[in-house]
């Protein structure tokens, strides 16, 4: 009987020593944060091959600067921002600690009224905050075929709401990648994995400064 004891704790010291030594790199491998990425196309890799889009780029820029974070792509494409209203619930259900939001692209390119496209951006930012989640808000502009007095026009909703929220701002996510050649799809709109790769660069100092590094 005092055998079959000592046998019992000595396998049973044997696991707990593998447990203990396999916990760390559990903890280490597991992300302590979620990052949404809520948007449309843009966000969701249109054209591109899985892992290509801008929020698997920013991830992998995350990872090697030690920012451990789960980043969860919501993008849709063909979404407007009132499809960003309608699908709230669910980004906050993720229990995301940072949103990058994207969204006003397709209200543009539909000739859609500003003033509805500003109410649902404000009504996005506006849930989103009263959640306590820390917002970055990513801009775009539309082609100088729509009218300099449009575009101006479009590209002044996104820094109104930046101001009135006080939230993180990237004005234009395409401006690093203008003029950069294979950054862009023979669509003329969508990124490709090259100018996915610039985008998630350009996020990442506006980024940063919401994040936690390590756990």
Same mark, same amino acid.
């Given at each position: 009987?005092?055998?079959?004891?000592?046998?019992?704790?000595?396998?049973?010291?044997?696991?707990?020593?593998?447990?203990?030594?396999?916990?760390?790199?559990?903890?280490?491998?597991?992300? &302590?944060?979620?990052?949404?990425?809520? #948007?449309?196309?843009?966000?969701?890799?249109? #054209?591109? &091959?899985? #892992? /290509?889009?801008?929020?698997?780029?920013? +991830? @992998?820029?995350?990872?090697? /600067?030690?920012?451990?974070?789960?980043?969860? *792509?919501?993008?849709?494409?063909? &979404?407007?921002?009132?499809?960003?209203? &309608?699908?709230?619930?669910?980004?906050? +259900?993720?229990?995301?600690?940072?949103?990058?939001?994207?969204?006003?692209? *397709?209200?543009?390119? @539909?000739?859609l009224p500003l003033d509805q496209t500003r109410q649902n951006l404000d009504r996005v930012l506006t849930t989103i905050e009263a959640a306590h989640v820390k917002i970055l808000l990513a801009g775009i502009t539309l082609p100088p075929n729509y009218g300099p007095d449009y575009v101006a026009s479009f590209n002044q909703v996104f820094r109104t709401l930046a101001a009135r929220h006080r939230v993180a701002f990237v004005p234009m996510i395409y401006k690093d990648l203008i003029h950069v050649p294979g950054t862009i799809q023979e669509d003329g709109i969508h990124p490709t994995a090259k100018g996915a790769e610039i985008i998630a660069r350009t996020l990442l100092p506006a980024l940063k400064p919401l994040l936690h590094k390590g756990q």
């Open positions: 009987m005092h055998g079959y004891t000592i046998c019992v704790d000595v396998r049973r010291s044997i696991l707990v020593s593998i447990c203990l030594f396999l916990l760390p790199d559990v903890l280490v491998a597991a992300p &302590a944060h979620v990052l949404v990425c809520f #948007g449309d196309s843009i966000t969701a890799g249109y #054209g591109l &091959a899985d #892992g /290509q889009s801008f929020p698997d780029a920013l +991830r @992998r820029l995350l990872d090697s /600067q030690g920012y451990r974070y789960k980043v969860i *792509n919501q993008g849709t494409s063909g &979404a407007t921002t009132k499809d960003a209203v &309608a699908s709230l619930p669910s980004i906050l +259900r993720l229990h995301p600690e940072v949103v990058i939001v994207e969204f006003g692209g *397709n209200d543009g390119l @539909r000739g």
